[in-house]
């Protein structure tokens, strides 16, 4: 295919990112709201360097030559992600100011050293002498040879001293400011919320750190170290250390990004320049705080919920309001949820039932992303104590969980857990958790599949479907998944189930097909779906192949889209929607009208070559008509959503959607509203009602 049909994925990434700060910018959300939207760009753009920044710069050094499917080498794509970063982080320091003013109206204000009284910098200068000083330590640099290893991402002050007489080379001194000193500190004000960022404080107060010294400058800086690296699995006899190793050279990896105040002097710019082996493009210089994601911390402010969003509860599906137990709940029919609007408890308590459970035999499950204090972890190490058989799948390669999932792998084999490492060369992305009942009419499996993480602390970030179900061809399916990935097995054929990357694409390619012949056969066609990425070439072929046979095409893809839609004789049947809202947009449900009879999935794969080919991952069928009805229900509800939603165009830029005719949709807080008026009609239901005896009935007035 021309590379003109494809929009670079970097770039699709970087547009992605901007319209989450578009949420941060827009006046209509709530001040701290916005602030969090901020964070969250800032956030994003540190892995971004961290990863796909870090692993082009490899190739270009490499001096590879290969170009990705829009025909850009690695060489260009760096240049054209600089541009555009650069401009990014304008306009998000632009936006800091906006929220800032925002702020001061509300009552909360960032200080810096001019705006203080008496009183407060003498309070500071306290702080300083007492605490501050006695934690942090400056180190003099004479040479490379002297420069300190610095943390990845943490805040560092450069200290540029005048010369001694008759010496005309500047003396620097790098000062960390660490991980756990506190970065915000709160100053006491009559009439705000008055706080002053540390490294404000500590240039204040330079002088102290160098008696005998003359400052000449003092500028807090930020390095971006590449930790685009993997295990050699083939030289790793041992997966768990493997792994630890890659944390280990992460600490050490080169710097990709160097982020600086804008108010760097020459001499301490060209300093660092050279000591941290960047380039002018890898330069960003910011006009405002550094580490703009620690400003998550700010966004929960006590006293101030006018600032932030309504709260919204998860609230708890009626399904399971007549059982006193999930297990005896889905036993009676399949159940399907949409997180975060509709809870993720269920699933704990599903995990936690079969901990508890005399009758249950054996639990299996896949361990992506956990919480800290997983009580789901805890029930499956409590099941294995209690003489269960507990199989778990802990992917260590989950990019940033490693240590986590190391920690846990550890914690749940001392409690007797089977623990698997993964599949040799893949990540094992898929969501299942299987649990083995002998009944008395024999053996039954309670399956739950999912979109989204083992993790009750993003279920309420993140909008995910759960499935519940004790189908029998699924429940063989899923158990020969698991012999499939924790044995030797060769993976056999499932008979409802897709999994890559033995046949998912095959799968959706087939649909796809199908589609084609039967829009060619005059036939209604139309494929529908929503997933974060769309990236996969030959995926991308397949629906210009079906825009181009008249299929209608409707796409609502959160982040990364190389398609191009709505060029004339390729895909102007293509439509692409995003949505940026409240909650990350985190669940994938695919449709295929299927001459009427509709076929509908949801899956744990994003449609990308990492997912389909490198990683397992599962579509699964919803083949019940209730749970089949919501599906379809959440999915047109994203692909209809004309207030967070933004249309791809065929230059890769997004435009607002306009209301048709004043019909306004928003689909977050469609399905929220959604989950309430579920439970309220249950709730109605049940209300006592009062009958009147009536003497015609056999008893006295």
Known sequence: ?????????????????????????????????????????????????????????MQSRDRGISTDPAGMTADQQLAAISERVHRMVADQYACLQSIDNACKEAGIRRAVSQ??????????????????????????????????????????????????????????????????????????????????????????????????????ACVPFRITRNADMAVRED????LLVGMEEVLDERKTGGCVRLEIGDSVSPKTLEFLMQTLDVTEQDVYRASGPLELSAFFRQTDIKGFDHLRFDSQRPQISPEFEHFTSVLDSVAQRDVLLCHPFESFEPVVRLVEEAADDPD?????????????????????????????????????????????????????????VQVIFGVKGLKTHAKICVI??????????????????YNEMTARLYTDISFFTTDETLGGDASAFFNAITGYSQPQRFDKLEMAPIGLREKLLELIAGEIQRKKDGSDAHIHAKVNSL???????????????????????????????????????IEVVSIVDRYLEHSRIVHFHHGGDDIVFFSSADWMPRNL?????????????????????????????????????????????????????????????????????????????????????????
């Not at 939207?37 to 540190?46: E, K, P, Q, R, Y």
């Not at 072929?541 to 409707?554: P, R, T």
């Not at 509203?673 to 009062?690: H, I």
């Not at 009536?694 to 006295?700: I, Y």
């Open 535 to 573: 990236a996969d070439p030959t995926l991308i072929q397949a629906l210009y192949e079906a825009s181009q046979a008249g299929v209608e095409v409707k796409l609502n893809i959160r982040g990364i889209c190389c398609l191009r839609p709505g060029v004339p004789g390729l895909s102007e049947n």
């Open 115 to 216: 705006d203080l009284n008496e009183k407060q910098v003498r309070f500071l200068s306290q702080l300083f002498d007492k605490e501050i000083s006695a934690i942090l330590s400056p180190q003099a640099v004479v040479g490379e040879a002297d420069f300190p290893l610095l943390a990845n991402q943490t805040l560092n002050l450069c200290v540029e001293l005048k010369p001694h007489d008759g010496e005309d080379v500047p003396l620097f001194a790098v000062i960390p400011l660490g991980r756990s000193t506190q970065r915000f500190i709160n100053v006491q004000s009559d009439h705000s919320y008055l706080y002053i960022l540390l490294e404000e404080v500590v240039t204040m107060f330079i002088d102290r750190f160098f008696p005998g010294e003359t400052v000449a």
């Open 360 to 416: 249950v035999l054996a639990i299996k499950q896949t361990l992506y992303r956990t919480s800290r204090n997983s009580p789901i972890v805890a029930a499956l190490m409590r099941a294995a104590e209690a003489g269960k058989y507990v199989t778990v799948l802990v992917e260590l390669k989950a990019r940033f969980d490693e240590a986590r999932n190391i920690h846990w792998a550890r914690e749940l084999e001392q409690a007797g």
């Open 613 to 701: 080919d490198r990683r397992v991952e599962l579509l699964v069928p919803v083949e019940s008509s209730h749970c089949r009805k919501r599906l379809l229900k959440i999915l047109q509800s994203c692909l209809h959503d004309n207030v967070k939603g933004r249309r791809l165009q065929s230059d890769g830029s997004y435009q607002a959607i306009k209301p048709k005719q004043g019909k306004v949709h928003h689909s977050q807080q469609f399905l929220y509203a959604e989950a309430c008026e579920a439970v309220q009609r249950q709730e109605d239901s049940q209300r006592t009602v009062f009958v009147p005896y009536w003497a015609s009935d056999g008893g006295a007035i």
């Open 1 to 57: 295919m021309s590379p003109d049909h494809f929009i670079n994925r970097e770039l699709s990434w970087i547009e992605f990112n901007n319209r989450v700060l578009d949420e941060a910018t827009n006046e209509a959300n709530p001040t701290l709201e916005r602030l969090k939207f901020l964070a969250i760009t800032a956030s994003n753009l540190d892995e971004f360097f961290m990863v796909r920044v870090g692993g082009l710069q």
């Open 436 to 453: 083995v009942r002998r009944e008395p009419q024999g053996i039954r499996r309670y399956i739950h599949f999912g979109t989204g993480n």
């Open 235 to 238: 030289m790793a006899a041992d």
